[in-house]
Structures are given as C-alpha cells and as structure tokens.
C-alpha cells in the first residue's frame, strides 16, 4: 500500500512510504533559468530518505522541456567544470539525505518549451527505483542565492554526455 503526500509550492514535505520501506521526503525544492530568453533551466531540492532501504532517483519529468535529465558537475582533467548526465541515477542512502543543488547534481530541463517566471511553479514528477513517482509543484525563484549560480551558465557550450 502506498501513501502520498504532496508538497506544495516546495515549502512543505513530500512524502511517499511503499511497500520496500522507502520513505522519501523533498525538502526547499526550487527551479532556476537564467532568463526569458533561456533555452535551459534546473531544478534543486533536498531529497530525505527516512526508510530502512537504500533508494535510487531514476528519472526525472516535467512538460516545461522538450528532455529532463538528471545531471551532475564533475570537474576535468583540465580543471573546467563540465556537466554530465547522471549515468544509472542518484542514490539516496537510507536514513540520509541528498542535496541537489547548485554546482553539483540537479534535475535539468533542456529545450524549454515555457518561459520560466518568478513565482510560478512546475509539476515535476520524479520517479525512483523503489519508491516510484512521486510529483512535486517546484516553485521558480529566479532570485536565490547562494552556491554556484547555475541559472547564468551558458548551457550551450556545455559538454552533455553519458
């Protein structure tokens, strides 16, 4: 049997409890672009496993974008920051959390099919290997600050691989 909770606006708690004992709960969810014109734009939230299992994010989608990916920073021989999409997904350890943030593991949305606006949200559905989908309403704050400020990035130049 499953239970779902959904978060509204990012500011309360999304929880899902199945069946594995996987319990996920996201915390300060939030989506950037760095403007009207933007082709690109992320999503950054707190992922909490209170379960005894080890989960794994899979997959992320959203009808703000023509492809969602799960993406990390890496940095390269050459010292550049590059960003990859996440081969196999992200773990999330049982009993802990995972950040995705700014700088570091994000769901990415590429080829925006909508202008991102302060204030707005997007339905964002995350689907874990245990836990299974679970839709969040991610508000857009183009003026958070703090971390790298992923929403300026000139994604284009960027190196996207698996």
């Known amino acids: 049997m499953t239970f779902r909770t959904f978060a509204l606006a990012g500011l309360s708690t999304l929880a899902l409890t199945s069946a594995a004992w996987a319990e996920i709960m996201i915390h300060d969810a939030y989506a ?14 707190e992922i909490k496993n209170t379960g005894d299992e080890d989960d794994r994010l899979i997959a992320a989608r959203a009808d703000v974008a023509k492809r969602v990916e799960l993406h990390t920073h890496i940095e390269g021989a050459d010292g550049v920051m590059k960003m990859r999409e996440v081969d196999g997904g992200i773990v999330v350890a049982a009993g802990e959390s995972h950040l995705l943030q700014r700088g570091g593991d994000h769901v990415m949305f590429m080829g925006l099919t909508t202008t991102f606006e302060q ?27 703090g ?13 996207h691989s698996n």
Request: proline share 6%; no cysteine.
């Open 32 to 45: 950037r672009s760095s403007g009207p014109t933007a082709m690109a734009g992320a999503a950054f939230m």
């Open 119 to 145: 204030g707005m949200t997007i339905p964002v559905t995350l689907v874990f290997e245990k836990a299974g989908e679970i839709t969040v309403e991610v508000p857009v704050d183009l003026e958070r600050q």
């Open 147 to 159: 971390g790298m400020d992923h929403g300026s990035m000139d994604h284009s130049k960027m190196k």
